[in-house]
Nanobody
Framework: VQLQASGGGLVQAGGSLRLSCEAS????????VGWFRQAPGKEREFVAS????????IYADSVKGRFTISRDNAKNTVYLQMNSLKPEDTAVYYC?????????????????WGQGTQVTVSS
């Protein structure tokens, strides 16, 4: 499985971006999908995750109410809609696939990782 993340860019605080992560290979619908991010000088952190069939989602407290994760299994794609962006959301965002049925916050639950897309929020 290969993952291609896109949609990052430069946006002013308060703005919005939608990230996409397209998976190649088969059986995308068998995987839970997560988004993580890594800011300069910081460790990678969990952002959001969605179960195989979109029935369950979880979010980091820092993005809850502002970000929405969704997926389209027919398109092998997961999305992260980011609204009300803040400068502290600046980071490289990564998508990842995990074989668990349910969404997870831990990196160890994910088997495949994309290359990341840069999100920069100016104040």
């Amino acid at each position: 499985v290969q993952l291609q993340a896109s949609g990052g860019g430069l946006v002013q605080a308060g703005g919005s971006l939608r990230l996409s992560c397209e998976a190649s290979g088969h059986s995308f619908s068998r995987y839970a999908v997560g988004w993580f991010r890594q800011a300069p000088g910081k460790e990678r952190e969990f952002v959001a995750s969605i179960s195989r069939t979109s029935g369950s989602t979880i979010y980091a407290d820092s993005v809850k109410g502002r970000f929405t994760i969704s997926r389209d299994n027919a398109k092998n794609t997961v999305y992260l809609q980011m609204n009300s962006l803040k400068p502290e959301d600046t980071a490289v965002y990564y998508c990842a696939l995990g074989s668990s049925i349910y969404p997870h916050t831990g990196e160890a639950s994910y088997d495949y990782w994309g290359q990341g897309t840069q999100v920069t929020v100016s104040s």
